[in-house]
């Protein structure tokens, strides 16, 4: 069984609020930590729906969900398509709903995965093991302008532009193929200088790639309007993000939600009739303590928000 912490349980569970007797989905099932937390509060005639890309985590986190009198349906997907996948399963509404985004512990932990920049392997950083496009294949592919754009704009990485021309010359020589090459051809275009303080020299690059080989902001997008949508009145929407572009996005798809007058500041009343979805519950993120941290460092950037359908 996996080793899996999950992160911010306490926080989430709270700002879920689980009624008992209610549907939950678990858009990200991964370790299956938060899942059991919920099921562990459901009791008879509650339902959860556990999605995740990867069949590994659904068949690694199926033995942490048994032993329940509530019922579990587990669906291998992407979060974006959450309509269909309710549909499918003759669900409307739901009481709750979970994000935990970004790459899973044990997706980190599996080298062969390609995820880790600490670990040799083949370049692949594919969710789902049925998607078309690996980081071999951007990484090898993709024009020099793309390349840029995609390190700057997901990676936030201000040495982009040489690390998207250091890639392309050396994939002129010969193809790139393991995580450890591209490490090595990151370092070699970030000046030294730069490599002394901050996080891995490797960490935004990988991030961004990570991020544009599954699409994850573009999902992420997808998966919150869906989301509200299938929320009863009262049900709640956790998020829980791993960096800021996600988290960005998060804030201010609920502000709008919350808010979603379109009308001049200096007029002194609305004239719109734009009517509120939710209220925030979270209006500043809940972030991990030092206990929390000390425990699973890897929970040290995550942000938790939830709001609640009105």
């Not at 080793?3 to 939950?24: D, F, N």
């Not at 329940?68 to 992407?78: H, I, K, P, Y």
């Not at 090459?181 to 490599?195: F, H, Q, T, Y």
């Not at 991020?211 to 998966?223: F, K, P, R, S």
Request: charged share 30%; glycine share 8%.
């Amino acid at each position: 069984m996996l080793m899996h912490l999950p992160v911010l349980l306490s926080g989430t569970i709270e700002g879920l609020r689980v009624v008992k007797g209610g549907t939950y989905v678990d858009c990200t099932l991964g370790g299956g930590g938060h899942s059991r937390a919920i099921l562990d509060r459901l009791g008879p005639g509650g339902r959860l729906v556990g999605i995740d890309q990867d069949p590994r985590a659904l068949e690694a986190a199926k033995p942490k969900l048994e032993g329940t009198e509530a019922r579990v349906d587990l669906v291998q997907g992407n979060f974006r398509h959450l309509g269909r996948i309710l549909a499918e399963l003759g669900i409307d509404r739901v009481h709750g709903i979970l994000l935990d985004l970004g790459v899973s512990s044990f997706q980190l932990d599996e080298k062969e995965r390609g995820f880790s920049y600490w670990e040799d392997a083949e370049l692949d950083m594919r969710m789902s093991p049925a998607a078309e496009v690996s980081a071999y294949d951007l990484v090898n592919k993709a024009s020099e302008p793309e390349m840029v754009r995609i390190i700057r704009d997901y990676g936030e990485e201000r040495w982009a532009s040489r690390i998207a021309k250091f890639i392309v010359e050396r994939r002129r020589q010969q193809a790139i193929t393991s995580t450890q090459e591209l490490v090595e051809i990151i370092k070699a275009a970030i000046p030294a200088a730069a490599r002394r303080t901050g996080p891995h020299p490797a960490r935004r690059t990988f991030q961004a790639i990570r991020i544009a080989v599954n699409d994850e902001l573009g999902a992420l997008a997808d998966v919150l309007d869906a989301a509200l949508d299938h929320l009863v009145v009262g049900g709640r929407m956790a998020v829980i993000s791993f960096h800021s572009l996600e988290d960005r996005l998060v804030k201010e798809r609920f502000a709008r939600a919350a808010n979603p007058c379109t009308c001049p500041t200096d007029l002194p009343v609305c004239v719109c009739n734009a009517k509120p979805q939710v209220k925030l519950i979270t209006r500043k993120p809940i972030v991990p303590g030092e206990d929390e941290i000390a425990q699973n460092p890897r929970s040290r950037s995550s942000r938790l928000r939830v709001v609640e359908k009105i």
